[in-house]
């Protein structure tokens, strides 16, 4: 199994994949990780880390889990943010995956070559948190959609200040 789930991630939540479809629905897990996130603020379901989210995200995104085999050589609990569209017909689409590797397994994805899973935003005790984006919008141009999402997305001081370790 090779670490690039962001990329299978990615196509998986590619625009058109999900029309006509509904979305999953959330979990009790999710719904209650959603409440708890209703400020700027998220902890990782391991309690090593906080994670400080913009505000502007409050009711428009959902939080999952990736499994083992999704994950890679990633720790367990890598998250995903997913914007939830206003046309239910589309299926949510990621706006990050928040992951932390061991230093040594992070080093392995570094030396597997190609692009990594995300960027490395801190390392600390022997743990390295990486947050992913999205490459592109996914949303038809100047749909309500398109123009949210563009909101919502982080900007580089954000995801360089987002992860608080514990």
């Known amino acids: 199994m090779t670490n690039r789930w962001w990329g299978a991630l990615l196509v998986a939540t590619l625009p058109g994949c999900g029309r006509g479809s509904e979305p999953p629905p959330q979990s009790a897990a999710d719904s209650a990780a959603t409440a708890a996130a209703g400020g700027s603020r998220f902890a990782a379901p391991d309690g090593s880390y906080v994670l400080e989210l913009p505000t502007r995200w409050t009711g428009h995104y959902r939080v999952d ?50 692009p990594p899973p995300g960027d490395s935003v801190i390392a600390r005790a022997g743990r390295v948190y990486v947050v992913a984006q999205p490459q592109s919008n996914p949303f038809p141009e100047q749909s309500a959609d398109a123009v949210l999402f563009g909101l919502l997305q982080l900007k ?11």
């Open 156 to 166: 580089p001081a954000e995801v360089m200040a987002m992860v608080l370790p514990r």
């Open 65 to 114: 889990s990736l499994s083992t085999a999704e994950r890679g050589r990633a720790r367990p609990g890598v998250l995903v943010f997913s914007y939830l569209p206003s046309d239910s017909t589309i299926r949510p689409q990621v706006l990050a995956v928040v992951a932390v590797y061991n230093s040594d397994s992070w080093a392995a994805v570094r030396a597997e070559g190609g």
